[in-house]
């Protein structure tokens, strides 16, 4: 055999778990997580999301058990979607004092003072047409949208939001946010904003969840080109100019990219949103025997993490400590 003399061997910090784990670079943790939860306005306590395994709407009192649920697996940070009774052309029971999410705030803090309270602040799960904003003539309108996020916003910071997440991709959302929140004494509510948000096609489970799917055509007026990249950057710079405290990136798999590129021009902390679809995959295939459902829940966890993340919302999140622990991790 011929003599081999390899002074560097990259594998001696490989050899066991021990050496692995002294070098293991990137961590997660569940103080990193945020859990959706999609909250109904019905007397049905559960109702199974056929596309989401494992992932229900909940009547609000239902809601506070899961809430408890995932406290016990030290998951403190949620952000709600609500499923209104009634739906029109100016998402009404968005900003409605009554609305299924304002109701939601109150009784979540009543009972839980030291969760982390996101509201999603969009508009599609309350409008008729399933659309982020005001329609005319099949349009989706940026500014007249923008008045109805501020009354919606104003009437989730009322209720008990800690973060209000505006998520409809309008132009200058961030700034008549942050104006309506410092106006009226909410200098403390914080904005992560869905600032790069792409029209993508992983959003599907979603939509069944929310029962936001829209009426006619698609999202690709406000939406972003999943072909771009420099527009994502210059998207999360405007949201940063405008108020915004945390920039978010969604989807999270195929935008990897996307997320180490955005973290490394903002001085702000970057959210990774791990949709629908990347956990539907997930579940099929585990159905299926084809992956390992837990091993792979890790890996792609940690690799958002690992191209920048500093927050991850997941449906997965409820069982991060159980993969810790188990994989010693």
């Known amino acids: 055999m011929t003599k081999i003399n390899l002074k560097i061997r990259p594998r001696r910090l490989r050899k066991n778990e021990l050496i692995r784990s002294m ?46 649920e995932l406290k016990e697996n030290k998951i403190n940070s949620v952000i709600l979607f609500g499923i209104p009774d009634s739906k029109d052309s100016t998402a009404t029971s968005a900003w409605d004092k009554n609305g299924i999410i304002q109701k939601a705030n109150k009784k979540i803090k009543e009972h839980f003072s030291d969760i982390v309270l996101i509201n999603d602040t969009c508009l599609c799960e309350y409008m008729n047409h399933g659309h982020c904003g005001i329609v005319l003539q099949n349009e989706v309108l940026n500014d007249p949208t923008l008045e109805i996020l501020q009354k919606t916003t104003l009437s989730q910071a009322e209720s008990g939001a800690d973060i209000i997440a505006p998520s409809g991709m309008m132009d200058g959302m961030v700034s008549v946010i ?64 405008e108020g915004a405290d945390i920039i978010m990136v ?30 539907a ?22 690799s958002i993490k690992r191209a920048g993340a500093d927050i991850i919302i997941s449906y997965f999140a409820k069982d991060i400590l159980k993969l810790l622990k188990k994989f010693n991790y």
């Open 23 to 68: 070098f293991q670079e990137t961590y997660i943790s569940p103080a990193q997580f945020i859990a959706p939860i999609f909250i109904h306005d019905g007397s049905n306590p559960e109702i199974k999301i056929n596309s989401m395994p494992g992932i229900s709407q909940f009547s609000l009192d239902r809601a506070l058990k899961h809430i408890e």
């Open 250 to 279: 969604k989807p999270a798999m195929p935008y990897l990219d996307i997320i180490s590129e955005v973290k490394s021009k903002i001085n702000l902390p970057i959210a990774a949103y791990n949709v629908s679809g990347e956990y």
């Open 281 to 302: 995959m997930v579940k099929a295939a585990s159905e299926k025997g084809w992956i390992d459902e837990d091993k792979v829940t890790l890996e792609m966890l940690t």
């Open 178 to 241: 942050r104006t309506i929140l410092d106006d009226n004494g909410f200098q403390d509510t914080a904005i992560m904003s869905y600032a790069v948000k792409y029209a993508s096609s992983f959003y599907g489970p979603f939509r069944e969840a929310a029962q936001s799917a829209p009426q006619f055509g698609d999202r690709r007026s406000y939406q972003m080109n999943p072909a771009n990249k420099r527009e994502a950057v210059r998207e999360a710079l405007l949201d940063e100019k």
